[in-house]
């Protein structure tokens, strides 16, 4: 099994509309690790969600998102608050921005759960989660115990600036993370937000947008694939979908542990890549966060 945690929300998505200043939002299931759960359940791969979710209707049908994608939800923790909202904005090339409204709400609140089920392999965390109290320090806590205990970590910072009211004792309290990190996956603008891509895990996987997807190993290997071809609607979930397909490739070589990923040759890591890139085409095709199923991934 692997672990996400961190937060669930709604995405308001603007639909294209005649007339009008403003475009009707679209309400879709979202945040970076809801997403990232959802693309593994539908991929395959045995998967847990560890979050806080509220008790309204949004959460509700959050959750209905994971049941239907297999995931399990038995470390979801419930509360009456109400639900994160992410305002959407996306530009001409299909890049998506956000604006949050976050305050007082459910996955905020998120307490450190007990040990982690004996068949937990893998742990995959990031993006609001890290930043907003007091929620962030209880996964901090779940990061480094997970990792004292030989769980491998993927760690997706995701950065959102405008949640960031200290961007100097973020990049601090990023760096902190680093030794309990085994793959981190980063996109070009968080790379340039943190001042560069940062040693210490096991490798660090870049994603480059058209350019498509680089790893940098401990080692000192660079090693790049181009982006699968697609006609782009936005780009909402293309990296938590990225996160996913890396985890389900990994798993699929039984390759979720430091020592596995040293062992990876050139070829080994192009194929992980690869399908990471695959995947991120499917859901960069479709409106929202809609990751694909492991038969639309195929070659």
Not at 57 to 62: E, I, K, N, S, T
Not at 202 to 214: D, K
Request: with cysteine; glycine share 10%; proline share 9%.
């Amino acid at each position: 099994m692997i672990v996400v945690a961190g937060e669930s929300l709604i995405d308001l998505v603007p639909q294209p509309a005649a007339g009008g200043p403003l475009p009707p939002l679209l309400p879709r299931l979202g945040g970076g690790p809801y997403n990232t759960a959802v693309a593994l359940g539908r991929l395959g791969t045995a998967t847990a969600f560890c979050s806080r979710v509220s008790t309204d209707g949004f959460g509700a049908a959050l959750l209905d998102g994971l049941r239907s994608a297999r995931v399990d939800t038995s470390l979801v923790q419930r509360g009456p608050e109400p639900t994160t909202l992410a305002v959407a904005s996306v530009g001409s090339d299909g890049s998506a921005g956000y604006g949050f409204y976050a305050q007082g709400t459910a996955d905020r609140l998120f307490e450190l759960p007990p040990r982690l089920p004996p068949s937990a392999r893998a742990l995959a965390l990031g993006t609001c989660s890290l930043v907003l109290e007091p929620g962030a320090s209880a996964y901090e806590a779940l990061l480094r115990r997970e990792a004292d205990r030989g769980v491998f970590t993927l760690l997706d910072p995701n950065i959102r600036p405008p949640l960031i009211p200290d961007a100097d004792a973020y990049r601090a309290r990023f760096a902190g993370w680093l030794p309990y990190v085994s793959l981190l996956k980063l996109s070009e603008e968080d790379s340039r937000w943190l001042g560069g891509v940062p040693r210490g895990p096991a490798a660090v996987v870049l994603t480059r947008g058209a350019e498509g997807l680089t790893v940098r190993t401990r080692a000192g290997a660079e090693i790049s694939v181009p982006a699968a071809p697609m006609d782009v609607v936005d780009t909402i979930g293309a990296g938590d979908t990225v996160n996913a397909a890396l985890l389900h490739r990994l798993g699929a070589r039984d390759a979720l542990s430091e020592r596995a990923l040293d062992a990876l040759d050139a070829e080994q890591w192009r194929d992980i890549l690869g399908f990471a890139a695959r995947a991120a085409a499917v859901t960069c095709s479709r409106t929202g966060a809609e990751p694909p199923y492991e038969a639309e991934v195929r070659p």
